[in-house]
């Protein structure tokens, strides 16, 4: 017999990035008395790790829970990029509805409706919420006209198009129903999610089953599944079997050890829990995303749809540059695949293959950024390693013709810069779908484009744009092979002999390009300092020191200027390194190299290669 548990309600928070989803979450933990009144708390509480609090993105889905009016209300935090789109799709399954944020000023963007198309196929209802409307630019009544075309568009039924709104300022702390009126707290939101959102029912009375949407990772305890129970009630020390709708073969006889409820930013124990309840269970230790737990006498698993395949691929090697081991803490191939190893522990979207060589991996995932952001988290830790330029994953059809994984581009920039933009975009093989008006006077471009074609773009986009263009993807499924593209058009500057840079060589240097390193800086040969305007690249000598005879005094030399080098990010270096270079990764450095250093060998393999 179903029921509905009317004390609980699970909701996501689903919007694209940026337009206030974390903040809004932290406003609503404090206003239902999470935090003492003196508590001093950081700005999005949820974002917890170090690279999430310094781009102001959330990379991780994460669980929460606040108490309104006797009401437990579970709420969880998603990430806004497509890069980390896996973690939506899952979470939704855990959910009875969403909210949708969306920014009073730049209305639906494409990552809005990513995340409302998810919702969608699973009927959840939507609640919008138009944020950030004490911006000076908000334009509250335009947006509600576009949330509702973009409904219609996405094929929304009565009840769906039907849905609230309300309009909060999340930094401001508060919410109202009418736009022209600002409120005083987040009550209106509360009351919406406890009269919109329907409670979570299933039978109390039937076998147990849980599906686990989400694994976190503790050095502990180990893995820990998190999910929803859908039916029954789930006890500690109680025996279950798990199975997997993705794979009929697989039953397993486990015990649940322990078990915790989200409370606050808290995990609570508990010793049993009923329908609708979030739940996260420890002591299991293979559990996977899309396994169901479920009673003995009675396997049934809960389907559940496949996690997105990765579209981009990366060899991570073991560092064998001249400078290699002397900067980092974990460097040899043991150490570097047991770390990859780890990483699949909580990223579900991420593949670690081990190729013919032990020195080296591949790893692929959803896009360049989810990629950087594990390079980033491992050279923190003290890793030092090596990756090649990002390639897309290659599938074939059934007549064995070549697809590739296509994107659609969004691009919103100032209208002078839209030729170039098009411009460079055609040549790596873009196909402009259509071209309007966006907010704020921009024009907003529309291609359908391979995703290759945008490795390697964002740096050049920024200039051409001068830092003023927008431009957001989608994966857009695989297309036909459009053919080769050419990724740069520069070479690069090759450091001739190992040693340490001097100004004079420099000097002499900086004449032939743009330069990455200053004085005093160890280079090796066959390493790339810096990027000439020709095709080809040059070996130059940076190490070369002024010949000191009677006439020449070395006081001569401080006329010397040098230009600053341009200092690469690691995004930077990521997208600048051409298929026959390597990025060398250290806690300390970031140094690009070529694969082949000796200069001879390099010539041979180019000659065999043409």
Do not use: W
């Not at 609090?53 to 006797?70: D, F, H, M, P």
């Not at 269970?281 to 995303?289: A, C, P, R, V």
């Not at 005094?553 to 401080?558: F, K, M, R, V, Y």
């Amino acid at each position: 017999m179903l029921q509905k548990r009317e004390d609980i309600r699970n909701v996501a928070i689903i919007a694209h990035v940026d337009h206030g989803k974390t903040t809004l979450v932290d406003e609503l933990l404090k206003q239902s008395g999470v935090f003492r009144a003196n508590q001093e708390v950081q700005e999005r509480v949820m974002d917890s790790n170090d690279i999430e609090r310094e781009r102001g993105i959330t990379i991780l889905s994460k669980n929460t829970a606040v108490s309104y009016k006797g009401t437990k209300i579970n709420i969880i935090d998603t990430p806004g990029h497509a890069d980390f789109g896996g973690e939506v799709e899952r979470v939704l399954k855990m959910v009875n509805g969403v909210i949708l944020v969306v920014d009073a000023f730049e209305g639906p963007m494409p990552q809005t409706r990513f995340v409302l198309t998810k919702a969608m196929a699973l009927k959840l209802p939507v609640i919008v919420c138009v944020n950030k409307i004490d911006r000076p630019e908000a334009r509250p009544e335009e947006v509600i006209d576009e949330v509702l075309e973009l409904l219609l568009e996405l094929d929304a039924t009565d009840e769906q198009l039907d849905c609230p709104f309300v309009f909060a300022s999340a930094k401001g702390g508060f919410a109202s129903l009418d736009p022209k009126v600002n409120g005083t707290d987040m009550q209106p939101l509360f009351e919406t999610i406890i009269n919109y959102i329907p409670a979570p029912e299933g039978d109390p009375d039937a076998g147990t089953q849980v599906l686990i949407s989400t694994i976190d990772y503790n050095e502990y305890v180990g893995r820990i599944g998190v999910g929803k129970v859908d039916n029954g009630s789930v006890k500690v020390n109680q025996d279950v079997v798990i199975v997997n709708h993705h794979e009929p073969d697989k039953i397993r006889k486990v015990k649940i050890s322990k078990l915790y409820e989200f409370d606050g930013l808290n995990k609570v124990e508990v010793k049993e829990a009923g329908i609708g309840s979030i739940v996260a269970i420890s002591g299991i230790s293979d559990i996977h995303i899309g396994d169901t737990l479920c009673d003995v006498d009675n396997p049934q698993p809960i389907p559940f749809q496949k996690i997105s395949e990765p579209t981009i691929a990366m060899d991570f090697c073991v560092n064998d540059s001249p400078l290699a081991g002397l900067e980092g803490k974990f460097v040899t191939s043991r150490h570097l695949r047991e770390r990859l190893f780890r990483e699949l522990n909580t990223d579900v979207s991420l593949r670690v293959e081990e190729t013919d060589s032990t020195d080296r991996f591949k790893v692929s995932g959803r896009g360049e950024l989810h990629l950087s952001v594990l390079i980033e988290n491992m050279r923190r830790e003290g890793f030092e390693f090596a990756v090649s330029k990002a390639e897309v994953l290659y599938k074939e059809d059934e007549k064995g013709k070549r697809l590739e994984p296509m994107e659609i581009a969004y691009v919103d920039v100032p209208e002078e810069y839209s030729g170039t933009v098009i411009e460079k975009l055609s040549m790596r093989k873009g196909e402009l779908k259509e071209m309007g008006h966006a907010s704020g006077g921009y024009t907003r471009l529309i291609f359908s484009i391979p995703s290759r074609g945008l490795i390697g773009y964002r740096g050049d986009f920024m200039t051409d744009t001068k830092g003023n263009g927008i431009l957001n993807t989608m994966f857009d499924g695989y297309g036909p092979y459009k053919g080769d593209i050419a990724y740069r058009s520069q070479g690069s500057l090759i450091a001739f002999e190992n040693g340490e840079t001097v100004t004079y060589g420099l000097f002499n240097a900086q004449e032939r390009g743009t330069l990455f390193i200053g004085p005093g800086e160890k280079v090796y040969s066959g390493m790339v300092i810096g990027q000439t305007g020709k095709t080809e690249d040059i070996e130059v000598n940076v190490c070369k020191k002024k010949q000191l005879t009677n006439t020449r005094s070395s006081s001569a030399d401080e006329a010397l200027r040098l230009t600053p080098p341009k200092v690469l990010s690691l995004e930077q270096a990521l997208d600048f390194i051409d298929t026959d270079e390597l990025l060398e990764v250290t806690p300390t450095k970031l140094r690009i190299r070529k694969k082949i250093l000796d200069p001879l060998m390099r010539k041979r393999a180019g000659f065999k290669k043409n």
